[in-house]
């Protein structure tokens, strides 16, 4: 028991420190532990989702069910999440029962790890390390999203993603390129919009073909 008191000390001060290298609004530990409702909604899971691996009833739900009022973010006790996960703002928040999250991800409000359905079994999404989701985005049913991907704000996304890609739009779209600053941090405003980009390629392409035909014309 005190080596599990000691390891759920240990993962709080990680959840503290992560708020810190993340959010510039960050000023003092006072703020953080009043203040940052994705905290405290981390710090009931992992109390709820000790309980549910002790196979304790409906207990873990009960704390789930009363932190989604207070906070506004709903974590399932069943649901798997890594060290140093962040939760920005976090009103809205729906995270399902099978969803794995890795280490080291962080997500904006309103976001959406759910399901598709009432299929069984596995359901909701696994998330790797580093990943970062936008404000708004729904990740929906058995996929996986690989290290480093980014989800841009709205999107919905229904496939898997491999490793370092970027996903935006709906349904989600891969744009194969790295829109990261030197800390890692999914840059919003630099990300293709790839509908716009296909709509440029078939400007470009009637064109092309107008001036074809005024060159036979001729």
Known sequence: MLKLIKRGITKVKEDIQV???????????????????????????????????????LIPRIISYLTRII??????????????????????????????????????QQVTLGGTGKEQGKRHPTLGNNVIVGA??????????????????????????PEYSTVVGIPGRIVHRKIR????????????????????????ELQELKEKINENKE
């Open 19 to 57: 708020i810190y290298d993340k959010d510039p609004a960050a000023t003092n530990i006072l703020e953080v532990l009043l203040c940052y409702p994705g905290l405290h909604a981390l710090i009931a899971y992992r109390f709820a989702h000790r309980l549910y691996k002790w196979h304790i009833p």
């Open 181 to 204: 600053d030197k800390n890692g941090v999914l840059m919003h405003n630099r990300i293709p919009d790839p509908i716009k980009c296909e709509l440029n390629r078939l400007k470009y």
């Open 71 to 108: 906070t506004g973010i709903e974590i399932h006790p069943a649901a798997k999440i890594g060290r140093r996960f962040f939760i920005d703002h976090g009103e809205g928040v729906v995270i399902g029962a099978t969803t794995e999250i890795g280490d080291d991800v962080l997500i904006y």
């Open 136 to 161: 708004g985005a729904k990740v929906l049913g058995n996929i996986k999203l690989g290290d480093y991907v980014r989800v841009g704000a709205g999107s919905v996304v229904v496939e898997d993603v």
